[in-house]
């Protein structure tokens, strides 16, 4: 694992998995692809899971969801980098703690201090990524187990020509709207305006994959004042930019409040007796 506290990371010893040869760029002849990098921004609280140790670093199965998150991107077949953006005031706590973990070789890993949100943290791990890198996934650090066909899927459809690439899965549940009233008490009954029409709803997941390019557009937009959105894809939609869905997975379910890590250690528990 890479100190990126300053300077760029230290190019990886030998050629990463997913990385492509080198091609000449003389005329008529097209560069070859650059190198895909996942961003992981954990410098969140986590509010939801109850207080003490920030959501990333909380224990899931004996390891930290955050490690689990990293060796999720390590697995798949096209992730060379993963830049961690650790809480501001622990990145060290971090690059010991990955530096514990056994992780694959051929993944360099380098972690960053955060920022005062998960959008500048986003940015600051952007501000990491080495020139060579055409291709940037953004994964929620608790979204620990999403399995590798999913983030090599959205790699996929960015490579085949798609600016921006979300996992989704269909709504399952009824949704209704309700009649927005800041005065409302929390916990008083909310009056009905309507039924959406589920079939066309879709709850999105991570990793997000995007043209590096397009994303550093979206963040730099938003920092000279640009208007902000809870996702990078929301950021880079509203720049007029097509994004598409893929499939999902069940497993990649955000954890976020304490019945989550019980729905999480299942999910190890099935994965350790059916493991070949």
């Given at each position: 694992?890479?100190?990126?506290?300053?300077?760029?990371?230290?190019?990886?010893?030998?050629?990463?998995?997913?990385?492509?040869?080198?091609?000449s760029?003389?005329?008529?002849?097209r560069?070859?692809?650059?190198?895909?990098?996942?961003?992981?921004?954990?410098?969140?609280?986590?509010?939801?899971?109850?207080?003490?140790?920030?959501?990333?670093?909380?224990?899931?199965?004996?390891?930290?969801?955050?490690?689990?998150?990293?060796?999720?991107?390590?697995?798949?077949?096209?992730?060379?980098?993963?830049v961690?953006?650790?809480?501001?005031d622990?990145?060290?706590?971090?690059?010991?703690?990955?530096?514990?973990?056994?992780?694959?070789?051929?993944?360099?890993?380098?972690?960053?201090?955060?920022?005062?949100?998960?959008?500048?943290?986003?940015?600051?791990?952007?501000?990491?990524?080495?020139?060579?890198?055409?291709?940037?996934?953004?994964?929620?650090?608790?979204?620990?187990?999403?399995?590798?066909?999913?983030?090599?899927?959205?790699?996929?459809?960015?490579?085949?020509?798609?600016?921006?690439?979300?996992?989704?899965?269909?709504?399952?549940?009824?949704?209704?709207?309700?009649?927005?009233?800041?005065?409302?008490?929390?916990g008083?009954?909310?009056?009905?305006?309507?039924?959406?029409?589920?079939?066309?709803?879709?709850?999105?997941?991570?990793?997000?994959?995007?043209?590096?390019?397009?994303?550093?557009?979206?963040?730099?937009?938003?920092?000279d004042?640009?208007?902000?959105?809870?996702?990078?894809?929301?950021?880079?939609?509203?720049?007029?930019?097509?994004?598409?869905?893929?499939?999902?997975?069940?497993?990649?379910?955000?954890?976020?409040?304490?019945?989550?890590?019980?729905?999480?250690?299942?999910?190890?528990?099935?994965?350790?007796?059916?493991?070949?």
């Amino acid at each position: 694992m890479s100190d990126k506290s300053s300077g760029s990371p230290r190019p990886a010893p030998a050629p990463p998995r997913g990385a492509p040869a080198a091609e000449s760029t003389a005329p008529g002849r097209r560069s070859a692809p650059g190198r895909t990098a996942a961003v992981i921004p954990a410098a969140g609280r986590g509010e939801r899971l109850g207080p003490g140790t920030p959501k990333a670093l909380r224990d899931l199965g004996g390891v930290p969801v955050l490690v689990h998150a990293v060796r999720a991107m390590c697995r798949a077949e096209e992730v060379a980098l993963v830049v961690v953006v650790a809480p501001p005031d622990s990145p060290d706590t971090v690059r010991a703690m990955l530096a514990a973990a056994p992780l694959p070789d051929h993944v360099e890993v380098v972690v960053v201090p955060g920022g005062a949100d998960r959008q500048e943290s986003v940015r600051l791990g952007l501000a990491a990524l080495p020139g060579d890198v055409d291709v940037v996934l953004v994964h929620d650090a608790a979204r620990a187990l999403v399995p590798a066909a999913t983030v090599d899927s959205v790699v996929a459809a960015v490579r085949s020509g798609a600016p921006a690439v979300v996992p989704a899965l269909p709504v399952t549940d009824t949704v209704k709207r309700v009649a927005p009233d800041p005065d409302r008490p929390a916990g008083a009954p909310e009056p009905v305006v309507d039924t959406v029409d589920r079939a066309a709803l879709r709850a999105v997941q991570t990793p997000q994959g995007f043209v590096r390019a397009v994303l550093d557009d979206a963040h730099r937009r938003r920092t000279d004042g640009g208007e902000g959105a809870t996702d990078c894809a929301g950021m880079v939609e509203r720049l007029g930019h097509r994004v598409v869905l893929v499939p999902g997975h069940e497993e990649a379910f955000k954890i976020t409040r304490p019945l989550d890590l019980v729905l999480a250690e299942a999910v190890l528990a099935r994965r350790e007796t059916t493991a070949p």
